[in-house]
């Protein structure tokens, strides 16, 4: 009798451990491409760049120091045991952070405008991030072909966009699935990497001496120029940190964890150990040490598996501005956007179609314009290192507020971080006429954009907030109204207050409907809901009013005419020939007067113009939808 519990909990133990062995392989294959395609350009770039190092033992070892001992502090310390504690409801990422935030800075409105000017402008920095990524990845791979076949090198470019689109055109399977998919890739990826690397320091051991952190700090004080400029290629080791925060939702905290310590972290200096080896045995290596790693004979496969691996490091940045975009949209900052669940267990897993599209156009614009791995290494560093500094610095409120006892020294090692962070902006602000002016003119536009959206909202509700009438005894007032025959649905997004279209119908029309029935549509935190639990119907008035809450779960888009036959099985009988939707559109007026900010207004009104129309979002019937608009004047 008392071992039967413990039979039973070997399954679920099992279970549990093929999930989570499940996910940590998904997250290698999503989360982890990035950072790990890094050693394709970070070490070359350092002495082959645009701001090239002279190649000495100094200064390698210097820069290998460098490299391992900022992604110990940043990526291991900072991202994998620090900032994937601060999660919202298991969603990470900064608007993620800027949604804690807001809830533990309620009292204190200066915090919270701080706090969310720090979030909107890093979030938007990272879209600039999000679409370099995929480009200098597959250019930085794909350009290995002309170190193999130099013959080949016209074709780069080309085979880079066919290999984007490609890239592209997978999202609509989910990242769970693309996971599992590139997941075994990936980790072949880092087992050879870290294998080349291996076999380069079994033939030059004293590279090893390179981990220790004095000769990054004697390359920083006998060279401190030099130092400075390099810190803008070390930093291209870190690209790809940020993603783990932001794709956090897709996999989990644990399963990131295991990955980064288990295989990508030793794989990773492993390789630029044995990069730094390969140069000091041979100079002429220095123009491409990552693929002259390999014995001559395995180049060609080296290329094809690194293209692979770089695809699939585009995948960490599009999951990451999918869940971005989404949560700028439950905040307020984007209108409603039609997002596609692909999990039925990890909620976080998503995919925009709108957005996935636009971002291929501007990363096939951005191979077309720079053309090679190089120039794009220019415009890279600059958004990734903004965004880190502004994140930490979010986390570091965030920690003032939480007040706990640890609260010292967890500020103590975010100086350290944010110290460090601030030397790698100023060392990538070098590179802004070389290229870095796109990120930054990227995340200016879409800051203003989230903004202004943010805004412009704002102001209407405030309007309809003024303006709104208590739902309760509300009913009582209706028996004088002319009623006509039919039934009208009003749709409200707060239960307890009277729907404006409601109030509008009767001031202009003067008449109301024989069966009316208010329809708020909420969004539960499971998968599915069953439809024997998706309606509640309350008799406000009989025979008359109605108030009926829909209930769905996460993965679920709202269907009308389902609700319609649910509301049937429950009683209330609508026909849809006799029923009218309404629906209600404020907007606000043109500029009587032109001034400083009226392009502003113009843009929130374009935004919302072009925003999905809720009658595709709620699937309603075209020819029985009334949409109620109200202009409000500034």
């Known amino acids: 009798m008392e071992s039967a519990p413990e039979s039973a909990a070997v399954p679920v133990t099992q279970s549990h451990d093929r999930r989570l062995a499940t996910l940590s392989l998904g997250a290698l294959g999503v989360v982890f491409g990035d950072i790990g395609t890094s050693p394709l350009y970070a070490f070359k770039e350092a002495f082959g760049g645009e701001h090239a190092l002279p190649l000495s033992q100094a200064n390698v070892f210097g820069v290998l120091s460098m490299i391992f001992w900022a992604v110990m502090l940043i990526v291991s310390v900072k991202y994998v045991l620090f900032v994937l504690r601060f999660d ?29 000017v720090i979030a909107i402008f890093a979030a938007a920095l990272f879209y600039g991030d999000a679409v370099i990524t995929p480009a200098i990845s597959v250019l930085s791979a794909v350009e290995g072909i002309s170190v193999a076949t130099p013959a080949l090198e016209r074709w780069v470019v080309p085979a880079t966009i066919v290999i984007l689109i490609g890239v592209f055109a997978l999202q609509p399977y989910g990242t769970g699935r693309i996971g599992k998919l590139f997941g075994p890739v990936t980790m072949i990826w880092f087992l050879i990497i870290g294998t080349l ?15 220790n952190p004095a000769y990054a700090w004697a390359f920083a004080m006998q060279s401190p120029g030099l130092a ?25 905290r644990l399963p990131i964890r295991i990955a980064w310590f288990g295989l990508v972290l030793p794989a990773l200096m492993l390789n630029y150990l044995g990069q730094g080896a390969l140069v000091l045995r041979d100079a002429a290596a220095v123009k491409n040490p990552f693929y002259l790693l390999a014995p001559p004979a395995l180049l060609i496969p080296l290329v094809v598996l690194a293209t692979i691996a770089t695809v699939i490091a585009s995948q960490a940045t599009i999951s990451g501005a999918f869940s971005v975009t989404q949560q700028a949209s439950r905040l307020g900052y984007l209108p409603r956007l039609p997002v596609t669940h692909t999990s039925a267990t990890e909620r976080g897993q998503i995919y925009i179609g709108q957005l996935n599209w636009l971002m291929l156009i501007v990363v096939v614009m951005l191979v077309l314009g720079f053309g090679s ?20 610095a979010l986390v570091a409120l965030v920690v003032v507020v939480m007040g706990k006892r640890t609260r010292l020294p967890m500020l103590g090692v975010l100086l350290v971080v944010f110290a460090a962070e601030v030397l790698f902006l100023a060392s990538n602000t070098t590179k802004i006429a070389a290229g870095g002016w796109f990120p930054l003119l990227c995340g200016l536009a879409i800051f203003t954009l989230l903004t202004t959206w943010k805004r412009g909202s704002e102001v209407l509700t405030a309007d309809a907030a003024a303006k709104h009438v208590p739902l309760k005894g509300f009913c009582e007032h209706l028996s004088s109204i002319t009623r006509v025959p039919g039934t009208a649905v009003f749709f409200a997004a707060n239960r307890e207050v009277v729907p404006t279209t409601l109030l509008h119908n009767l001031k202009h029309n003067k008449v109301l409907y024989e069966r009316v029935v208010f329809l708020t549509v909420t969004t539960e935190d499971v998968p599915k809901v069953a ?55 404020s907007t606000i007026a043109r500029a009587e007067r032109h001034g400083l900010f009226t392009w502003r207004r113009e843009l929130f009104r374009r935004i919302q113009r072009n925003a999905p129309s809720a009658t595709e979002y709620f699937r309603l019937p075209p020819d029985r939808v009334v949409e109620l608009g109200t202009q409000l004047r500034l």
């Open 373 to 392: 791995s190089t120039h794009l290494a220019a415009a890279y560093g600059i958004a990734v290192s903004a965004t880190m500094a502004l994140e930490t």
């Open 531 to 585: 439809d024997d639990e998706r309606i509640e119907i309350e008799i406000l008035m009989p025979q008359s009013v109605y108030q009926v809450i829909v209930r769905y779960g996460f993965m679920e888009n709202p269907d009308a005419m389902h609700v319609l036959k649910l509301m049937s099985a429950r009683g209330l009988r609508l026909d849809v020939n006799e029923t009218t939707f309404f629906l209600g559109k």
């Open 228 to 252: 400075f400029i390099a810190l803008g290629s070390v930093f291209l080791a870190l690209t790809g940190g940020e993603a783990l925060y932001a794709d956090m939702g897709h996999f989990g």
């Open 197 to 211: 690397g291996v076999l380069s320091i079994a033939q030059t051991p004293a590279i090893l001496q390179a981990l």
């Open 88 to 116: 919202n409801k298991g969603e990470g990422g900064v608007l993620a952070l800027l949604a804690l935030a807001s809830q533990l800075f309620r009292k204190n409105r200066r915090l919270s405008a701080i706090a969310t």
